[in-house]
């Protein structure tokens, strides 16, 4: 396979995807973590008036970074079968075109 003078084996595809993959569980765990660290934070701080301020100056930025982190998860995580299929999809085309003996 060749796209714009680069070329691709269909085992670099499958590569890729598994990486995709990993990326997809990584970016879980960050996010997971995340999280749990937010959790941490807000029963630490516990239910004061510096508690109050404190979420209502930075609880949103992390509220936001944590569903930042889970959209990009998903976006990585969609892609692994498009990449696999494609990865399916090139190795029959190569098959159906070699000239067999």
């Known amino acids: 396979m060749e796209s714009n003078g680069f070329s691709y084996s269909t085992d670099q595809l499958h590569g890729l995807a598994g990486?995709?993959?990993?990326?997809?569980?990584?970016?879980?765990?960050v996010h997971d973590r995340s999280e749990e660290a937010m959790a941490s934070t807000r029963a630490a701080l516990g239910e004061d008036e510096f508690a109050h301020a404190y979420w209502q100056s930075g609880g949103k930025r992390l509220a936001t970074?944590?569903?930042?982190?889970?959209?990009?998860?998903?976006?990585?995580?969609?892609?692994?079968?498009?990449?696999?299929?494609?990865s399916a999809n090139y190795r029959a085309s190569d098959e159906a075109g070699t000239i067999r003996e």
């Open 19 to 29: 990486g995709i993959r990993d990326t997809a569980v990584k970016l879980c765990t």
């Open 65 to 86: 970074i944590s569903e930042i982190l889970d959209l990009l998860k998903k976006a990585v995580d969609a892609q692994e079968p498009n990449v696999r299929l494609a």
